[in-house]
């Protein structure tokens, strides 16, 4: 039972490339986010969803666009990446009406 | 001013001591609450949920004081497994779902 699973691991970037991070999840969750997380700065919400086919913006949504085309995945797209994005992204998921929220073990991305 | 505040330490114990971490929070609105413990470079993991009528989980003990909006964990015995930091997460239900705020964490040191 593997959770939460996000590829890539680790990935560098130069500026304006683009890519996508991917989160799957296998616990059949309705909820999934994604979260970036500074030095400095608690975690801070990007965009979440609450359901297939549905997302919103968080708190840091600006660079960054999502997808849930299937309940069990979520991807993270940086269209034209800047060094401000260099951070650990983390996705996490939980089930409807429950608190507990399960992460992923990030992705480290630097831009440069 | 910050939504969630924690001292950021390092808090440096030899082991087997008694250590308290407190949080402050400061929106009202705010419904249940959590620590969650992060490991070095790896993802936040729900240590326990947090209950104004206080919880203890082994050598764990949360608590919560509303009318002062603090929350506060006590770790006796301190492990060296124990090292890590320590995140302070609020949630509140909003217009769009649940809101989850996380402080910037405590970190400990557990030394022999």
């Known amino acids: 039972n593997a959770g939460v699973t996000q590829t890539p691991k680790f990935r560098v970037l130069k500026t304006g490339q683009s890519m996508t991070l991917l989160c799957a999840q296998d616990?059949?969750?309705?909820?999934m986010y994604w979260y970036r997380q500074d030095p400095g700065m608690g975690l801070r919400l990007i965009h979440y969803?609450?359901?297939?086919?549905?997302?919103a913006k968080g708190e840091v949504p600006d660079g960054y666009n999502v997808s849930r085309l299937k309940k069990q995945n979520f991807l993270l797209g940086l269209e034209s990446a800047a060094p401000s994005q260099t951070s650990v992204y983390f996705c996490?998921?939980?089930?409807?009406?429950?608190?507990?929220?399960?992460f992923g073990s990030g992705t480290r991305l630097t831009v440069v | 001013r910050k939504e969630v505040e924690q001292d950021p330490g390092p808090f440096n114990v030899p082991e087997g001591a008694t250590v308290a971490f407190n949080c402050t929070y400061s929106n009202s609105a705010s419904q249940s609450f959590f620590w969650y413990r992060q490991d070095c470079r790896k993802e936040p993991k729900l240590l326990m949920s947090v209950y104004s009528s206080g919880n203890e989980d082994g050598r764990f003990t949360a608590q919560l004081n509303r009318a002062s909006q603090y929350i506060s964990l006590l770790i006796r015995d301190s492990k060296l497994s124990d090292s890590a930091t320590y995140l302070c997460v609020v949630n509140r239900f909003t217009g769009g779902g649940n809101k989850l705020t996380f402080g910037t964490g405590t970190q400990l040191k557990v030394e022999l």
């Open positions: 616990m059949n969750h309705e909820y």
């Open positions: 996490a998921s939980r089930q409807q009406a429950i608190d507990r929220y399960t």
């Open positions: 969803s609450v359901g297939e086919g549905t997302t």
